[in-house]
């Protein structure tokens, strides 16, 4: 089966600090990519997506960062709030199957 | 327009019994993608459903099957219970033409004693 996974399974931030949360992917030919943000007693939330064919996508303070080369996936968090707390799930897709997503990374932000 | 649907909540069980979980999807989605999450595991897919067929399918023993009803919704069903089975078991929708976000439910809790 595929694999993702993330370097980290726990992160702590401060409030009003930016958070970077890592993806590694397995298979070249994933060419779409999710982040989603999954809180307690609630399915996973749609953050933001990027496709194969771009490097970077901003949102609301967030960014996703694609590197091929290295088969790596980021998701910074601007000015981490503590509604950021939650576990967040990366993403990815190849064409024609279904979505495999890594463990998730569990972030916490002190106030 | 609403989200998507997940009934029930809540299911307690217990072993070799059989359970059947609810799905409707947001209106106007025909895909349907079923995962099972634990503690400490990230999403394990379970198969995918796009116009009434099974289009993909996850490596779950025999006794996790699906269906999906002409309306979109879907159902999924385990039978002979195991304690391992113990899963929030999500529900995803979209539209069903790849690479597209999907949209998840609340899941349904499912406790196996």
Same mark, same amino acid.
């Given at each position: 089966?595929?694999?993702?996974?993330?370097?980290?399974?726990?992160?702590?931030?401060?409030?009003?600090?930016?958070?970077?949360?890592?993806?590694?992917?397995?298979?070249?030919?994933? =060419?779409?990519?999710?982040?989603?943000?999954? /809180?307690?007693?609630? #399915?996973? &939330? %749609?953050?933001?997506?990027?496709?194969?064919?771009?490097?970077?996508?901003?949102?609301?303070?967030?960014?996703?960062?694609?590197?091929?080369?290295?088969?790596?996936?980021?998701?910074?968090?601007?000015?981490?709030?503590?509604? =950021?707390?939650?576990?967040?799930?990366?993403? /990815?897709?190849?064409? #024609?199957? &279904? %979505?495999?997503?890594?463990?998730?990374?569990?972030?916490?932000?002190?106030? | 327009?609403?989200?998507?649907?997940?009934?029930?909540?809540?299911?307690?069980?217990?072993?070799?019994?059989?359970?059947?979980?609810?799905?409707?999807?947001?209106?106007?989605?025909?895909?349907?993608?079923?995962?099972?999450?634990?503690?400490?595991?990230?999403?394990?897919?379970?198969?995918?459903?796009?116009?009434?067929?099974?289009?993909?399918?996850?490596?779950?023993?025999?006794?996790?099957?699906?269906?999906?009803?002409?309306?979109?919704?879907?159902?999924?069903?385990?039978?002979?219970?195991?304690?391992?089975?113990?899963?929030?078991?999500?529900?995803?929708?979209?539209?069903?033409?790849?690479?597209?976000?999907?949209?998840?439910?609340?899941?349904?809790?499912?406790?196996?004693?």
């Amino acid at each position: 089966g595929e694999s993702v996974g993330l370097h980290l399974p726990t992160l702590s931030v401060q409030e009003g600090d930016n958070s970077i949360i890592n993806c590694a992917y397995s298979n070249s030919a994933s =060419d779409y990519f999710i982040w989603y943000k999954q /809180e307690s007693g609630k #399915g996973p &939330q %749609f953050i933001i997506d990027i496709r194969s064919n771009m490097d970077k996508r901003q949102g609301q303070r967030v960014t996703v960062l694609l590197n091929k080369t290295v088969k790596h996936l980021s998701l910074q968090i601007a000015a981490t709030q503590p509604g =950021d707390s939650a576990v967040y799930f990366c993403a /990815e897709n190849i064409p #024609g199957n &279904q %979505f495999y997503f890594g463990t998730g990374t569990s972030l916490t932000v002190i106030p | 327009k609403a989200g998507v649907t997940q009934t029930p909540r809540y299911l307690i069980k217990t072993r070799g019994q059989q359970v059947t979980l609810s799905c409707s999807p947001i209106s106007g989605h025909r895909s349907v993608s079923w995962y099972q999450q634990t503690p400490g595991q990230g999403l394990q897919f379970l198969f995918e459903y796009f116009s009434e067929t099974q289009r993909n399918k996850g490596n779950f023993p025999g006794r996790f099957s699906g269906r999906q009803f002409s309306n979109s919704r879907s159902e999924m069903n385990v039978s002979t219970l195991e304690l391992g089975d113990s899963a929030l078991y999500l529900c995803a929708s979209g539209r069903g033409t790849g690479r597209e976000k999907l949209f998840f439910g609340s899941g349904t809790q499912l406790s196996v004693l």
